[in-house]
């Protein structure tokens, strides 16, 4: 899924990222992800810290909300 509608990044490509980046701000500067808008930001977190340090609770929660929200064009 397109997690950051601003620059083509989907939750694959901050799986992808997400081992070789030791931190959200690092992936922001990588991918561009949550950078222009805003509006992918906690959707964005959740899938980095996810992939960084395995499925929390509180993570999926917020992915699961994050899939049921409107992706809206910027």
Do not use: K, N, W, Y
């Not at 949550?34 to 999926?60: I, K, M, N, W, Y």
């Amino acid at each position: 899924m397109i997690v950051c509608v601003c620059h083509r990044v989907s939750d694959r490509d901050i799986r992808r990222q997400a081992q070789a980046c030791s931190s959200f701000d690092e992936l922001q500067v990588e991918t561009g992800v949550s950078t222009a808008c805003g509006r992918c930001g906690d959707c964005a977190q959740a899938v980095f810290h996810e992939a960084r340090h395995g499925g929390l609770p509180r993570t999926a929660i917020a992915i699961l909300e994050c899939r049921a929200a409107p992706q809206l064009a910027a």
